[in-house]
């Protein structure tokens, strides 16, 4: 009787009218995470449903009112890097990843701080991470809070107190993977994967069993060294399409972001990684096809068996990852309903595969696109141009799309109502170059086989121009059935948020360029405009408590494209980070506190003593690493330290205490000793004494002309 009771208090406190005090925290299962869709209030998975489409059936918020949205509440976060994360909501409780994989949770109607958890991440584990200290969110289940953390722990926590349950590592903690992505719920699992293709790894994804954190399978992406058995048939077909001792360069193929799930086909599909080193002549001198890298590939769910694969991009070397975000949809094809995946890589092409056979079914350039001509109509494989292969032509290739994807991790969304797919394209180049063949493999940072020093950014002013000219977005529906585009529109630069869509007939989008947007979905009209005083990467969310719809986003700039584009990282306007979680509802009238004022420090470096033989050497030193978190040419986007300003420029002792003594590892900057001589070391700061001087001249023509205009 009391049981009974009390379950009808459980059953009654669903509804929106029933305090909340009577559901228990996180109940999340199977049931509600197939019915996820037609759950409205809610958002319970990464993608809200397993199906990854980020579309809300939320309409109160709709293009007659969204002028109306203002904010409801905010939370400041103590981290100060890309935040990346979707929220998740169940019953009225939003749990959030924050930089540095730490978790939150806060009452969603109130914002009040319910509890947070810090994993107390290593510093140093900076070293190993190519894109930033992100993470991009958390999984609900039984009770429990998920997060997986940049040094490979999985976290299982109590979603009562954020208190940790169990605790499993990964990885072994010597290696040079990091986890970034967002784990997913399937049937009492939780699958996990990994990222750290630069960085010389083999590339897998693990499930385990949610409540014990027990290992119940996993996938390796790439075959191992074929002295030993392979763990599966799948890699010892794969084995064949490599060519060389690619195991000694870990493989990569590493499955860094997307993951989804069909029940009724019993798949996990997942994308994958880069091949490793970038430099496939490195790899071998003949080679294959380097399965499965940038792939999708799907797996039976209950035991990782290998079902299919589809490859994108056959011979990678342009760092085309396949870990965007995977959607799953039924589409009416050529009068046929199909179930399909939509997928838009990094590499420009946006494709539609049958989900239960990973068949080909069609595929566009959603982008501008000159590293192939096109895909085969019946394969779905790219032509490629043979100037694209820098590494067996010796000659540099400015690739569109570059490193970066015309789409990365930000993740799309797609309306059933209005049939479209809404992407965040970059247009942003990349110019790749061999490394010579006395390129060696670093102990500590990125290896990538190429030389970045060739083509690092000149202090050229026409040459910068250009550069940034070429640098763009675009929000962009595309029509997947047509293959084209229905509308776009254009921003400044590249790297904005990812995209949520409502049956209000609305697109949600933050920007670069520091604003929170929304626009129609069916014409891309721009309605509202949200000034958030920070860039904006993650993708919003929508959930609705009380009868009240509420819209939220994570602000927080950063990601690799501050850390590493140099001059670029600024094309937006302003790069600083002001983290927070900010919540909308219609009629809010929160204010955010004033942002604090942006100040410019001049350029005042000591004056060039190094001889050209040191500068030279120092630019060959940094460019291929060091400016992976620096920025190109040592123009720091904003979160990085910007070397050409720092004060141990003065101080050849200081500088080696740092690079060789790591005397600054607890914040991330570890010890290159076994890499660097102290020799090599001092190259390298007259190299970046070399470049401020350099910018400080430009900045004295810049001003200088800037006056002239003013008068
Ligand atoms: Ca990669």
């Known amino acids: 009787m009391y049981t009974k009771l009390i379950a009808s208090l459980l059953l009654l406190g669903l509804t929106a009218s029933q305090p909340r005090m009577t559901v228990a925290p996180a109940a999340v299962d199977d049931k509600r995470l197939a019915a996820a869709d037609t759950d409205?209030?809610?958002?319970?998975?990464?993608?809200?449903?397993?199906?990854?489409?980020?579309?809300?059936?939320?309409?109160?918020?709709?293009?007659?009112?969204?002028?109306?949205?203002?904010?409801?509440?905010?939370a400041d976060l103590e981290t100060a890097r890309g935040q990346e994360a979707t929220s998740i909501v169940v019953d009225g409780t939003l749990y959030v990843s924050t930089a540095w994989s730490m978790v939150k949770a806060y009452n969603a109607k109130t914002g009040a701080a319910l509890w947070s958890y810090d994993p107390e991440v290593q510093r140093e584990t900076l070293v190993k991470a190519c894109c930033d200290a992100a993470n991009r969110g958390v999984a609900v289940w039984h009770g429990k809070i998920y997060i997986g953390t940049l040094d490979g722990r999985l976290v299982?926590?109590?979603?009562?107190?954020?208190?940790?349950l169990w605790t499993t590592q990964t990885f072994d903690p010597k290696?040079?993977?990091?986890?970034?992505?967002?784990?997913?719920?399937?049937?009492?699992?939780?699958?996990?994967?990994?990222?750290?293709?630069?960085y010389f790894t083999r590339g897998f994804i693990s499930a385990y069993n949610a409540e014990t954190g027990k290992l119940t399978w996993r996938f390796y992406t790439v075959p191992g060294n074929p002295a030993k058995p392979f763990e599966q048939p799948a890699l010892a077909r794969a084995a064949k399409t490599w060519g060389g001792k690619w195991w000694t360069y870990g493989g990569g193929g590493t499955v860094w972001d997307a993951i989804s799930y069909d029940p009724k086909l019993n798949l996990v599909f997942f994308g994958t990684g880069n091949a490793s080193p970038w430099n496939g002549s490195i790899r071998a001198s003949v080679e294959g096809d380097t399965l499965y890298t940038s792939s999708i590939v799907a797996v039976n769910a209950d035991t990782?068996?290998?079902?299919?694969?589809?490859?994108?991009?056959?011979?990678?070397?342009?760092?085309?990852?396949?870990?965007?975000?995977?959607?799953?949809?039924?589409?009416?094809?050529?009068?046929?309903?199909?179930?399909?995946?939509?997928?838009?890589?990094?590499?420009?092409?946006?494709?539609?595969?049958?989900?239960?056979?990973?068949?080909?079914?069609?595929?566009?350039?959603?982008?501008?696109?000159?590293?192939?001509?096109?895909?085969?109509?019946?394969?779905?494989?790219?032509?490629?141009?043979?100037?694209?292969?820098?590494?067996?032509?010796?000659?540099?290739?400015?690739?569109?799309?570059?490193?970066?994807?015309?789409?990365?991790?930000?993740?799309?969304?797609?309306?059933?109502?209005?049939?479209?797919?809404?992407?965040?394209?970059?247009?942003?180049?990349?110019p790749y170059a061999a490394a010579g063949k006395d390129w060696k493999p670093l102990h500590d940072g990125f290896n990538t086989g190429l030389d970045n020093a060739a083509v690092s950014m000149p202090a050229d002013e026409t040459i910068r121009a250009g550069a940034l000219a070429a640098t763009t977005g675009v929000l962009l529906a595309w029509n997947p059935v047509e293959q084209k585009a229905a509308w776009k529109v254009p921003y400044i630069g590249p790297w904005n948020g990812g995209l949520l869509s409502t049956a209000g007939n609305l697109v949600f989008q933050g920007t670069a360029g520091s604003a929170f947007k929304a626009y129609t979905a069916d014409t891309g009209k721009e309605l509202w405009s949200y000034p958030v005083q920070t860039g904006v990467i993650a993708a919003p969310m929508t959930y609705r408590v009380d009868g009240e719809q509420y819209v939220a986003v994570l602000a927080g700039w950063g990601g690799v494209w501050d850390v590493a584009t140099g001059i670029l990282a600024a094309k937006s306007g302003v790069t600083r980070n002001i983290s927070r979680l900010l919540v909308f509802k219609l009629g809010g009238t929160v204010t955010l506190p004033p942002a604090p004022p942006m100040i410019k420090l001049p350029l005042d470096p000591p004056p060039v003593t190094g001889t050209l033989a040191q500068i030279s050497e120092g630019k060959k030193l940094f460019a291929p690493n060091c400016a992976n978190c620096h920025g190109d040419a040592a123009i720091s986007g904003g979160l990085m330290p910007d070397l050409r300003h720092s004060g141990?420029?003065?101080?050849?002792?200081?500088?080696?205490?740092?690079?060789?003594?790591?005397?600054?590892?607890?914040?991330?900057?570890?010890?290159?000793?076994?890499?660097?001589?102290?020799?090599?070391?001092?190259?390298?700061?007259?190299?970046?004494?070399?470049?401020?001087?350099?910018?400080?001249?430009?900045?004295?023509?810049?001003?200088?002309l800037a006056n002239k205009g003013s008068q």
């Open 40 to 74: 409205s209030n809610n958002w319970l998975s990464y993608g809200r449903t397993q199906d990854e489409q980020r579309f809300s059936p939320l309409d109160a918020v709709n293009t007659a009112n969204v002028g109306k949205l203002g904010l409801a509440w905010y």
């Open 156 to 164: 299982a926590l109590d979603a009562a107190n954020g208190k940790p």
């Open 175 to 198: 290696s040079k993977h990091t986890i970034t992505g967002a784990p997913r719920i399937v049937k009492g699992q939780v699958i996990i994967g990994n990222g750290g293709a630069e």
């Open 304 to 430: 990782g068996k290998y079902v299919w694969h589809f490859q994108e991009t056959p011979k990678d070397r342009w760092d085309f990852d396949s870990n965007q975000q995977i959607i799953l949809a039924n589409l009416n094809l050529a009068g046929k309903d199909r179930r399909v995946i939509m997928h838009a890589p990094k590499n420009g092409f946006f494709y539609i595969l049958d989900a239960a056979s990973g068949k080909f079914l069609s595929g566009k350039a959603y982008t501008a696109i000159n590293w192939a001509t096109g895909l085969d109509p019946v394969t779905g494989k790219p032509d490629i141009v043979p100037a694209a292969f820098y590494d067996k032509t010796g000659k540099p290739f400015v690739s569109m799309p570059g490193a970066v994807g015309a789409h990365n991790w930000q993740p799309m969304s797609y309306s059933p109502k209005t049939g479209l797919v809404y992407i965040p394209v970059n247009e942003a180049g990349f």
């Open 648 to 704: 141990t420029l003065n101080s050849a002792k200081m500088f080696k205490n740092i690079v060789i003594g790591g005397i600054l590892k607890s914040q991330g900057m570890v010890s290159f000793a076994k890499d660097y001589t102290p020799a090599q070391v001092e190259s390298m700061r007259h190299f970046l004494i070399s470049r401020a001087n350099e910018d400080r001249k430009l900045e004295n023509i810049s001003a200088a």
